[in-house]
């Protein structure tokens, strides 16, 4: 692949695009200069220097590359679900230059070893030209992620995690949980939480509630997950930790947290798309490319946690990509695995949710999909101030496609967005200044 702009390649003048950067207050017409993987500039009408490549864009948004804080990339245990390489790549597709690596992999990324490898290999990849976004991979919070001892944080910390979490269980203990609050300010990490009250879930696989009852399926109740939001931000409060909320759901939690950061509470959350596009009638005629953990919710959920990202209360988007293998979602809705991707159709489904009916404007999803999340996280990206790493998205805001599994980068296809027609075509991703992702559209 071309490393035009990239650390040894010629600078690159990308020309013509509206570039939309929430972070520097742009959005208009615009240049923008990269040179030796940083932005060197962003103006109307620049020239560049001598020998300069050039790539026209007009038509184009051309924006900060996405920031997702949740993804699950399944390597090192589970590589015919998802691999390091094909998850990055799949991120790089959807317009994501930073995605977060959960740790409940097999083994679980609990000792410094493990957090080192996935991050290693993310490199490794990356050199070999068959990278995708830049992977930071986060901690386990416990040991084998049993919820019981603290893994040694700092020595994650270390090695490369950029948070810890229990993802895909919660961290239950009370106990526990106070003490990695405390703990992870020495790094200035947060402690991620997928909150879930177990005993008030109790195994339920979608959301309780009168669809469950007319499948008769067993439900979870929207308390199994504010319940523990209750709790979690009580805890931040006590100990000035910093708690991020995974994939919030319902209208409680949303008005729990608004309430806690009204007081002055470290807590920051994030929403995914399918929480923001879906209820729990996605789950009619069993289908399990709608069985997620946490369940896709009632309509007057939905609405709260869009009116949540619409407000900032949730200041960002995080797909919970969850790839599964074809085979382990075409079950019974009771034995399938919990989990939809969301890399290649995040920015698409967004837009279709969010900004077409006029509930944001473009400035403000790309705020939630990428300064939000860098600018509460501490993340070096999700801006193209001058002197910021060339991490770039350029997509065809207006481009219709048809969502095709089989076309996706990931592995996997287990997406309720199948067969929908979307706007928004992602046409290059730029880490560094180097093409991480081309559609072939542009050469
Ligand atoms: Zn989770």
Known sequence: MSVS???????????????????????QIADVLVQDGRIAAVEPNLTGPDGVDRLAVEGMVLAPGLVDV?????????????????????????GFTTIWAM???????????????????????A??????????????????????RMT?????????????????????????MRRLLEYTQAFDIPVLQHAEDLGLSAQGVMNEGSVATSLGLRGQPGAAESVMVARDVRLAQLTGGHLHVQHVST??????????????????????????????????GYRTEAKM????????????????????TIEMIATDHAPHHYEEKDREFDDAPFGVVGLETALSVCMRELVEPGLMTLNDLIDRMSAG??????????????????????????????????????????????????????????????????SGVLL
């Open 293 to 312: 953990n946490p369940p896709l919710r009632s309509a007057d959920d939905r609405a709260a946690v869009r009116q949540a990202v619409v407000d900032g």
């Open 251 to 284: 209208r409680d939690s949303v008005e729990i947290i608004a309430r806690a950061r009204d007081k002055g509470v470290r807590v920051t959350a994030e929403a995914t798309p399918h929480h923001l596009a879906l209820t729990d009638e996605a789950v009619l």
């Open 5 to 27: 702009g990239g650390l040894n390649g010629q600078p690159l003048l990308i020309a013509g695009g509206r570039v939309v950067c929430p972070d520097t207050g742009t959005d």
């Open 70 to 94: 949740h993804v699950h990339l399944r390597e090192p245990g589970a590589t015919h679900k998802e691999t390091i390489r094909s998850g990055a790549q799949a991120a790089a597709a959807g």
């Open 127 to 148: 050199r070999r030209g068959q990278g995708g976004a830049r992977v930071s991979p986060v901690g386990a919070a416990s040991r084998r992620m049993a919820g019981k």
């Open 103 to 125: 740790p409940n992999t097999t083994p679980p990324l609990d000792d410094p070893a493990a957090v080192g490898y996935v991050r290693q290999e993310a490199k490794r990849w």
């Open 152 to 176: 040694e944080v700092g020595a994650l910390v270390e090695a490369g995690a950029v948070a810890v979490s229990d993802d895909g269980l919660p961290i239950a203990d009370t106990g526990l």
């Open 373 to 438: 999340p860098a600018r509460a996280m501490g993340i070096n990206g999700g801006s193209l101030r001058r002197g910021m790493p060339a991490d770039i998205v350029i997509f065809d805001p207006d481009g219709a496609w048809v969502v095709d599994p089989r076309r996706f980068r990931s592995k996997a296809g287990n997406t309720p967005f199948a067969g929908d027609t979307l706007k928004g075509v992602v046409h290059r991703t730029l880490v560094s200044g180097e093409v991480r992702y081309a």
